[in-house]
């Protein structure tokens, strides 16, 4: 009987199949780190819009409700404001741009009432309303109710009560 003669390979070296799969799991690995870095970078750049629309918020809001309280505000005398809500009220609305990112706000009011319907503050000794200032600012789009896809909202909300003896000039 005639053994049958085998060839045992003993060069050193990586076979096709073997190159494949590394290179697959090299692939698959980059696409995973890019992934990761590119998450990275939208969060930082979405923490850094919320962080100047926080600020930004702030500013506003007290710039726009001290041209209120000086009645330098175009349309709207401190009298209006605090003897009617927005809506029916059109909010006050604008737009700012910091470096290559432009936020749009919107400032919406309202009196504030005790259980019986009476303005707080409202009577004609104190003469003296309650008002809830709300700011919204957003960015990306016109909508601040409209979300990015792989960032959600971009949006920040500020609120503050006023009064009508509010000092601005402290």
Not at 21 to 50: D, P, S, Y
Not at 66 to 76: C, K, M, S, V, Y
Not at 78 to 88: A, C, G, H, N, R
Request: glycine share 8%.
């Amino acid at each position: 009987m005639k053994k049958a003669h085998t060839t045992k390979n003993t060069e050193p070296g990586f076979s096709l199949a073997e190159i494949m799969i590394a290179l697959g799991m090299l692939a698959g690995l980059t696409l995973v780190v890019f992934a990761l870095f590119l998450q990275l970078v939208r969060g930082a750049e979405k923490q850094e819009n919320l962080a100047a629309g926080a600020v930004l918020a702030q500013e506003v809001l007290t710039e726009r409700l001290q041209t209120i309280f000086d009645n330098a505000e175009p349309g709207l005398s401190k009298e209006d404001f605090f003897s009617q809500d927005s809506p029916p009220l059109a909010p006050l609305e604008g737009t700012v741009a910091l470096g290559t990112t432009t936020f749009t706000y919107r400032i919406n009011h309202k009196t504030l009432s005790d259980s019986s319907g009476t303005p707080i503050g409202g009577d004609p000794v104190n003469n003296n309303r309650l008002k809830r200032v709300d700011i919204t600012v957003w960015w990306w789009n016109d909508d601040p109710n409209e979300s990015r896809f792989g960032q959600g909202f971009l949006r920040t909300e500020a609120s503050r009560f006023i009064n009508e003896k509010t000092d601005f000039n402290v």
